[in-house]
């Protein structure tokens, strides 16, 4: 016997539930607050926006996306619509009615509550009589008006004062409440904001003294910001085998300033990408993404400024402890490595090995002048280098003129490569003791050199440099360097003061 079987009317919500997909596609929808994605829920389907503009606009409107730009990969997932909206067709795709415009959404708990019924209502107009009815005999028997006695002891009832007090009670609770939830956010999320009141975290987070300072130094950045080139990885190109790096303008989840906070307290903590996701509620790769773009932006707007400064410039502020035979010191160099990662190619490994830090390690040459600003920062080299090839092709000497004398270690051999006088220690060369006329000036080099050690101290409390480097971000270490050294110049005073 054949037994009719009633088909079961199909329910997206009902059906929703999290499995692997089977297909090779993945979408996701665009919608706030949804993270359906077709990898992981294949009875939902995925709907592009319509062509029709203001019917986009609706859609845009209803998803609370309004000026968001859409693609042609831009999906709205099948949980936001009706199931009157979802048409199959024939041949088993589901699609969208003409009409159809999201409406469940996660604010309003995926219900669609109907527009209510006005309770005013236009009666209709009553048709004006005709001539010679019997109307016009009708207002020649009308009543006199009957006069309108007030009475003055009226007074308004008690019930409508209770309700007001009623009401004015619960609009101050709404609103201690309201001030609550934004305390209880601002406490909850990871963000500048949030340690704005604390100059000991803003130190330790972006080694910038105070948030006064932190803002000073964005109110300088922040006209650039809307300029910024963002960084995202591209899919593989199957043709060359090899990845490259695309522009992008699509805004992330962080306002800009959060991300300069990221991107700062990335290179202060030396936090892995994947914990800098997780307290910013935030992909890895969106991480890596900011991370990547803010060393780009700021390598190119920093380093746009002049910091090496003219022989007048270095004389007005030379410190007493320069006077005497020192007073032409223009700089003070000084030659630093950063370890990083041992590669796995043993051809990489001796180009990065150092025998000096017994370690894989970039090296670079900084500079600093007499009173203790950074006026001089290279690109990061193999660690298997010298100080001497470093300084070489770091194009120092190109800004060098014979007035200027450089200060630098006794390990700079570097006096045949500059045009004018070179400061090192003594060499003991064959003597088993230095003379005696050489120590006091041994000493005082030795003693005004230190204070670039005290600046590469300042870029290397960035707990970044302090530990391993990853070969992970060796693309970008360079940038990131740079960075981090032209930002002492913000992020401290001098180290003298005239």
């Not at 990898?39 to 939902?44: K, T």
């Not at 910001?225 to 090899?242: C, E, F, I, P």
């Not at 910091?307 to 223009?330: C, M, N, Q, R």
């Not at 120092?396 to 200060?407: C, E, G, H, N």
Request: with cysteine; net charge positive.
């Amino acid at each position: 016997m054949n037994v009719a079987r009633k088909k079961k009317k199909f329910n997206v919500r009902d059906s929703f539930k999290l499995q692997r997909g089977v297909g090779g596609s993945n979408e996701h929808c665009c919608v706030p607050l949804c993270s359906a994605s077709s990898r992981y829920n294949s009875s939902l389907s995925f709907h592009c926006f319509p062509k029709n503009t203001s019917l986009r606009v609706q859609w845009l409107n209803k998803i609370k996306r309004t000026g968001f730009s859409v693609t042609k990969h831009t999906k709205v997932c099948s949980r936001h619509f009706e199931d009157h909206e979802i048409v199959c067709t024939a041949k088993g795709r589901r699609v969208l009615a003409a009409s159809a415009v999201p409406s469940l959404f996660e604010w309003n708990n995926f219900e669609n509550n109907e527009t209510r019924t006005s309770g005013w209502k236009r009666r209709p107009r009553p048709s004006s009589p005709e001539p010679g009815s019997d109307a016009e005999e009708d207002l020649e028997h009308c009543d006199p008006p009957v006069p309108m006695v007030v009475d003055r002891d009226c007074k308004a009832s008690p019930t409508v004062c209770v309700d007001r007090e009623q009401y004015e009670n619960m609009l101050r609770e709404i609103e201690a409440s309201r001030q609550q939830l934004q305390t209880y956010h601002l406490h909850s999320s990871f963000g500048l904001q949030r340690f704005a009141s604390s100059p000991e975290d803003i130190r330790f987070y972006t080694r910038f003294p105070s948030y006064n300072h932190l803002m000073a130094f964005w109110n300088l950045i922040e006209a650039a910001t809307t300029q910024m080139v963002r960084v995202t990885k591209a899919k593989k190109n199957y043709v060359t085998s090899t990845t490259t790096e695309i522009p992008s303008t699509r805004p992330t989840k962080l306002l800009p300033i959060d991300e300069l906070f990221l991107f700062l307290t990335y290179v202060s903590t030396g936090c892995t990408q994947r914990e800098l996701g997780h307290r910013f509620n935030i992909h890895q790769a969106t991480v890596r993404q900011i991370i990547v773009t803010w060393a780009n932006f700021l390598y190119s707007l920093l380093g746009s400024v002049c910091i090496w400064l003219s022989p007048a410039a270095v004389k007005v502020k030379l410190p007493s402890e320069f006077d005497g035979i020192y007073s032409d010191t223009h700089v003070i160099l000084d030659c630093t490595e950063l370890r990083c990662q041992t590669p796995s190619s043993l051809l990489l490994q001796s180009e990065v090995f150092s025998t000096y830090k017994s370690h894989c390690t970039f090296k670079a040459v900084v500079g600093m002048s007499p009173h203790g600003a950074l006026i001089f920062v290279s690109a990061l080299f193999e660690g298997s280098m010298s100080d001497r090839e470093v300084f070489r092709r770091s194009g120092i000497t190109s800004l060098l003129t014979p007035d200027m004398a450089v200060m630098v270690d006794k390990g700079f051999l570097v006096d045949d490569l500059v045009p004018g006088r070179v400061h090192h220690p003594a060499f003991l060369s064959k003597r088993t003791q230095m003379p005696e006329v050489d120590v006091p000036k041994m000493q005082s080099i030795v003693r005004l050199r230190v204070h670039v050690e005290r600046i590469m101290r300042r870029v290397k409390e960035n707990k970044l440099f302090d530990t391993i480097i990853p070969l992970s971000i060796s693309g970008s270490i360079n940038q990131i360097f740079t960075v981090a050294c032209l930002l002492s110049n913000y992020q401290n005073g001098p180290l003298f003061k005239k």
